[in-house]
């Protein structure tokens, strides 16, 4: 359909937009039909280095990073309900991982960082929010037996699909990102911290953009549970960092990642290429 978009515009003789949202396989095709594009919106550094990679020149890509709605994702939203539902203490810390349950997205290794934050935190359970993706349940299963095989069904909560994600993320105390390939963007980091939590995140791809490291949470190597683990305690264990780096965060969010902004910018390119 992209490339559809991309010919009809050149045969008709009109200005061509394309926003790129994922990775590109560099190859001779793609980057012939990239020369037929007039502006390139790229939503993260990564996604622009993938355009730099098929020859699009650089003053032809624009970056403007994706936006959540801030009434939507906001710390007024309530929690409370989801205690009951899980029958958490109060005093239980919380953290997780929201998403597809896929395999580049790290779930394992969020699983293993997690067996290890319980070694030193006795009150601390995890959360994977998410389902399987488009109908491959192979590696949600997997993910399913490491659990037993840790034997940590009673501290790792497998929610499956849910549709309340403001309000799991006001319930956490930390949000983890454990992506083991880059992401392009990282919309579930923008969220969280639209809710005032703090975050770890692996050290590639959108979050590099999304994660002021050592300011609204950590930036961690992929693949690397103790590291990811030691990130999660220290801020489980310093209730007032997590809170700094979370009203951090949502400052951040205010100021570069608002649907306000996204429509302005993306309203200027259009108008840039249609007033030349």
């Not at 956490?172 to 703090?198: N, Q, R, Y």
């Not at 809170?243 to 200027?268: H, I, N, S, W």
């Amino acid at each position: 359909t992209q490339l559809a978009g991309i010919l009809a515009a050149k045969f008709l003789r009109v200005p061509c937009v394309a926003h790129l949202r994922d990775f590109e396989e560099v190859d001779s095709v793609t980057k012939l039909y990239a020369k037929f594009v007039d502006i390139h919106i790229a939503i993260s550094g990564e996604i622009r280095e993938n355009l730099l990679r098929l020859s699009v020149p650089d003053d032809k890509i624009v970056t403007i990073f994706d936006a959540i709605d801030l009434e939507e994702f906001n710390s007024q939203v309530s929690s409370a309900y989801l205690l009951k539902e899980f029958n958490l203490q109060d005093d239980t810390k919380l953290f997780g991982i929201f998403g597809r349950i896929i395999k580049w997205k790290g779930i394992k290794e969020f699983v293993h960082a997690a067996a290890l934050v319980f070694q030193t935190v006795p009150n601390a359970k995890a959360f994977i929010v998410g389902d399987y993706s488009d109908g491959e349940n192979e590696y949600f299963l997997e993910v399913g037996e490491l659990i037993k095989r840790l034997g940590l069904e009673e501290r790792i909560v497998l929610t499956g699909y849910r549709e309340d994600i403001p309000a799991f993320m006001g319930l956490m105390d930390v949000i983890v990102h454990s992506s083991i390939t880059p992401e392009p963007f990282g919309m579930v980091l923008i969220e969280g911290m639209a809710m005032e939590k703090p975050i770890v995140a692996t050290k590639m791809g959108g979050p590099i953009d999304i994660v002021e490291n050592n300011q609204t949470g950590y930036l961690v190597e992929p693949g690397n549970p103790e590291e990811m683990a030691c990130a999660i305690k220290t801020l489980l264990d310093n209730e007032k960092l997590a809170a700094d780096m979370g009203k951090k965060g949502k400052l951040r969010v205010e100021q570069l990642f608002t649907k306000e902004r996204y429509a302005r910018q993306v309203e200027q390119i259009y108008r840039s290429i249609l007033n030349p």
